[in-house]
């Protein structure tokens, strides 16, 4: 496990517009990690990369995404217009990564937390550009220090595509999720229901593409591994927690009192056209998790609340061991195919669906893969141009690596392995792989 | 070294059958250095901060020659230094009365528009260069004066990276822009480029840059200028080199030669080659001071004689290519020049005798000395060499081959090797530093790539019809930037997709890049680079020069 904040040399936001004036350069950093770092160094470090910024201007019409040094690398965001966001990173320039490479976090990974950061911000906080100025300075100082001290990277396979991990079930399993789901929003209209998550796995999606894959980072990476470890903690599973509870707010639903705990958060659903801010309600029994929005507007109260947990609780318990069942029999049969040679990952663009070899929050210090290796398959990621609607790609490292990447309509496949092989032995290794593991999808060409 | 034969992805057929171990085009002897500039690139990007600015200096090959030759060097030199300080001198006493009225500061609150303006806006790729003061000397395109503001900016990013950061700048990134510093010596070179180049090439493109303003003036001349005057105006001293760096761009940007760091031959007869190399060692051999006979024509190399112990690295080669190329005057008269080969020595100017072959034949001998005074016999020399060459029908075989007369195999080797589904390849023999592709870019269409690039430069989406070798190359800079990535490098790289389908390859001894059909099978694609091989080893005496001829 790599500890982030040894990563991160500093993480800073800034808007020039805050003090415009000359001696006023300090309103405009709305939050600097690390804290201990002087005010002179702050300035001319959001000095410099406001001079970047103009500079590139001049010449593109596109927003400056990153400053290379000799040894350190800027990551630029502009998730709002003057709101400039950058993660500053140690990785030297052009030289080979060797000995303490470990050390070095893939870029694109360090480029994709900060995103990730920053929609989560807007998901409980929302735009910046909509809170008061004088504000901004503490509520970022609270949201972001617990947030960059929180998260860790790891150089892993899964963390090089942001997806959602989606569990398939046979069809018996997937209607009483979907009649479950329908029966509570009919009885209780006021509560959406916008994701149903078995362990770390999406089963149904209430939210738009973008919002879901935010809601579910949270959930997966923050929320739900607390709940976990308060579980494991608290010894055999209690009568409760069979029964379920609300684990958002976090100490539970148990007088109106705790109504005012409730969570506010930015979102936009499905079939809306527009984000709207809502009341964050997630009930969990077993390992499902079910998380539903109430418009701020609705009046709440804490009768309603107990009524839906009689309601929920006996039926998402049995739904819940139902998956849990099939779930057993999956880990089995995924078990008998995989093997330790290969690792592999599938990406669809169109709903995000993820799956990966190497299970994610799997802490297994195998499941590392080389820096190298995975900025290669970065970069084919990144790279949507060169494979085209259809492709494919093979590439030998010096050392043994070959990775193979396949793009057919929206959908990748990626998969690493070491061996002393020829490019032919390789690509009907892949095939093999391919069909193992994605039955049914099709990829062109074989 | 066991993994050498799974190394290569040709069946294991391929090269057992093959007579020679070597590589095709692979030769003990070389005449031209082949360092690899992406080694060099990576070490020379190493460098600390100190180091980067000041340039170390070595020892000076040309001062050891004239040493060993034993004559007249300590005069020569003596005479050389002195020349360049007074020149310098008055240079410098002409400049302090103009660069106060350049200050005036008028042009940087119109900066911005400037560089908006018709004739800057949308161009494929900028190149600055200013020196560490800021002080614009070149710029690819619009006029430098117009262009003080950027300079100022960039000296002051540069520099407050520097002082501030203890650290260098090296790129900023946007999605459809690279911009890439340079800081050497007193000088800073800046690329700003949306084509497809990656960052490591685009420095090789400054370093280029940088090494043709060495070539005019040595470094020492460079570095002794700006200790005595860090606000010197430059572009005083390299009037006629701005036009050498214009050519050297857009060649850059369409020659495989600077991707692979290699030299391109003209293919000929080796019964040919040898008649002209002996006719130029059994001339030349007397002349004691002479370091290299170069004869070359259409950008491609034909031969090189050099006195023992040295050799040219590619990219001097690729300077006097440039040169040659970009000078019209040599055409109609024998030149004397003095010319400085960065990589031979930085320090010091070679003197070279530059002049075409004869009036029919398009092959420009170079003969390049130590001495500055040897301009006659050179000549004669030039003449005797000239006419040895017309009576062995030389001058019609380098012609043929110039013209890519259709029964020369070299020509379209494509047809010649019979393989289809390949559209294109480019080959590069490691140990001797030689390339040979497909459809080498005959003259004519270099000239109206020119004359396009003069006109334009323009960021253009232009409808593909039939690709041209340069469309191909540009293809390639892709995977050569892959397999050559300084921290995730690349033995193999096979892409197919809906357009086609290319293999990059490098092994100990070569690089090869292929384009094929698109879709194409693994298998079929093996067998077909396996073939290509072969011909090429075949015909490797023809297409790359074997030896390494001395005085």
């Not at chain 1, 107990?306 to 880990?331: K, N, V, W």
């Not at chain 1, 970069?379 to 793009?407: A, F, V």
């Not at chain 2, 800057?120 to 503001?149: M, Q, T, W």
């Not at chain 2, 079929?524 to 074997?546: G, S, T």
Request: with cysteine.
């Amino acid at each position: 496990m790599i500890d982030t904040p040894h990563k991160i040399d500093s993480f800073f936001i800034f808007n020039s517009n805050f003090g415009p004036k000359e001696g006023d350069e300090l309103k405009r950093i709305l939050f600097f990690y690390p804290n201990q770092i002087n005010t002179d160094v702050r300035k001319t470090q959001v000095g410099l990369c406001e001079a970047i910024v103009r500079f590139m201007t001049t010449f593109s019409s596109e927003p400056c995404e990153a400053l290379q040094t000799q040894s350190k690398r800027y990551i630029f965001f502009q998730p709002e217009k003057n709101f400039w966001m950058v993660l500053v990173i140690r990785i030297p320039y052009a030289t080979k990564l060797s000995g303490d490479s470990k050390d070095v976090v893939e870029p694109s990974i360090m480029q994709d937390f900060m995103v990730s950061s920053y929609k989560t911000f807007r998901m409980f906080v929302g735009l910046f550009k909509d809170i008061p100025p004088e504000d901004t300075y503490g509520i970022c100082e609270q949201f972001f220090n617990p947030y960059i001290t929180s998260i860790d990277v790891s150089n892993d396979l899964s963390n090089i595509i942001q997806g959602i991990n989606y569990l398939p079930l046979e069809k018996n399993s997937f209607f009483k999720v979907i009649c479950f789901i329908d029966l509570l929003q009919v009885n209780y209209p006021q509560f959406k229901c916008i994701s149903f998550v078995y362990n770390d796995q999406l089963i149904w999606n209430g939210l738009c593409k973008d919002d879901m894959l935010t809601l579910y980072q949270y959930l997966v990476h923050s929320l739900l591994p607390k709940q976990v470890e308060k579980e494991i903690q608290g010894g055999a599973v209690t009568a409760a927690e069979r029964h379920g509870r609300f684990i958002s707010p976090p100490e539970g639903i148990h007088s109106d009192e705790d109504l005012k705990k409730l969570n506010k958060v930015y979102l936009r659903r499905e079939d809306d056209n527009e984000t709207k801010q809502y009341y964050l309600v997630i009930y969990r029994t077993l390992s499902a998790t079910v998380s539903f929005t109430v418009d701020v507007d609705t009046h709440v109260d804490f009768a309603t609340f107990r009524a839906l947990d009689t309601f929920i609780g006996p039926q998402l318990s049995t739904i819940a061991s139902s998956i849990g069942e099939q779930c057993t029999i999956h880990a089995l049969q995924n078990a008998q195919i995989a093997s330790p040679d290969h690792k592999f990952l599938y990406f669809n663009k169109l709903n995000l669906a993820f799956k990966t070899s190497t299970p994610s929050n799997c802490m297994t210090p195998s499941a590392a893969v080389k820096p190298e290796v995975l900025n290669i398959i970065a970069e084919i990621h990144q790279d949507h141009k060169s494979l085209g609607k259809y492709g494919e790609i093979i590439i030998k490292t010096p050392d043994e690596y070959w990775i193979t990447g396949k793009s057919s309509n929206d959908r990748e496949f990626y998969v690493v392995m070491q061996k002393n092989a020829n490019l032919k032995e390789i690509a009907d290794e892949v095939k093999r792989i391919c069909e193992m593991q994605m039955k049914g999808i099709f990829f062109y060409p074989m | 070294m066991a993994s050498t034969s799974k190394d290569v992805p040709t069946s294991p057929s391929g090269h057992d059958n093959t007579d020679d171990d070597l590589e095709p085009g692979a030769s003990y002897d070389s005449i031209l250095n082949p360092t690899d500039s992406f080694e060099e690139f990576a070490t020379e990007m190493n460098t600390s901060l100190e180091r980067s600015r000041d340039l170390t200096k070595k020892s000076s090959t040309i001062s050891e020659i004239q040493s060993e030759i034993g004559e007249c060097s300590k005069e020569l030199k003596e005479t050389k230094s002195s020349d360049n300080l007074q020149n310098k001198d008055e240079a410098i006493s002409a400049s302090t009365s103009n660069s106060n009225l350049d200050e005036n500061g008028e042009d940087t609150d119109n900066e911005d528009d400037y560089l908006k303006s018709p004739e800057l806006v949308n161009k494929e790729k900028h190149v600055f260069i200013l020196s560490s003061a800021g002080k614009p000397i070149y710029s690819r395109y619009g006029n430098e004066d117009k262009l003080a503001g950027v300079c100022g900016v960039i000296q002051a990013l540069v520099s407050v990276v520097e002082e501030q950061n203890r650290d260098i700048l090296r790129s900023i990134i946007t999605k459809d822009c690279k911009a890439v510093f340079l800081v050497k010596g007193p000088l800073i070179l800046v690329a700003v480029s949306k084509s497809n180049e990656s960052e490591t090439q685009l420095v090789l493109q400054l370093t280029y840059a940088f090494n043709q303003i060495v070539s005019v003036l040595t470094l020492t001349q460079l570095n002794r200028i700006f200790e005595q005057r860090r606000n010197y105006d430059l572009r005083r001293l390299l009037s006629g080199a701005e036009r050498l760096i214009d050519n050297l761009l857009i060649f850059m940007e369409k020659d495989p030669a600077f991707l692979l760091g290699a030299v391109r031959c003209l293919p000929l007869p080796e019964k040919v080659r040898e008649n002209i190399t002996n006719a130029i060692i059994s001339t030349c051999h007397k002349i004691r001071d002479l370091v290299f006979a170069i004869l070359i024509a259409g950008n491609q190399l034909i031969t090189l004689v050099r006195m023992k112990k040295y050799t040219l690295h590619p990219s001097d080669i690729h300077l006097l290519f440039n040169l040659v190329r970009s000078s019209e005057s040599f055409k109609t008269a024998e030149s004397w020049t003095p010319i400085c080969l960065p990589k031979f020595d930085a320090t010091g100017f070679l003197h070279g005798h530059v002049s075409y072959i004869s009036e029919d034949c398009q092959a420009c001998l170079l003969l390049l000395t130590v001495q500055r005074d040897a301009f006659y016999p050179l000549s004669q020399a030039k003449h005797t060499i000239s006419d040895k060459l017309r009576r062995s029908n030389c001058l019609t075989a380098i012609n043929d081959a110039l013209n890519r007369s259709k029964d020369l195999p070299t020509t379209n080797p494509l047809k010649h090797i019979g393989i289809p589904e390949i559209r294109h390849f480019m080959y590069k023999c490691k140990s001797t530093a030689q390339l040979f592709t497909s459809d080498p870019i005959c003259l004519d269409r270099l000239q109206d790539y020119r004359q396009r690039h003069k006109e334009g430069g323009d960021v253009v989406k232009k409808k593909v019809e039939k690709l041209s070798d340069i469309d191909y190359v540009r293809n390639y800079r892709e995977f050569c930037s892959k397999m050559h990535c300084a921290c995730s490098p690349a033995k193999l790289i096979f892409r197919s997709n809906s357009l086609d389908t290319v293999l990059a390859w490098i092994t100990n001894g070569f690089e090869l890049y292929v384009t094929f059909d698109p879709l194409m099978e693994k298998d079929q694609a093996i067998r077909a680079v396996d073939r290509l091989l072969r011909w090429i080893k075949n015909e490797e005496k023809r297409i790359f020069i074997m030896n390494a001829p001395t005085f």
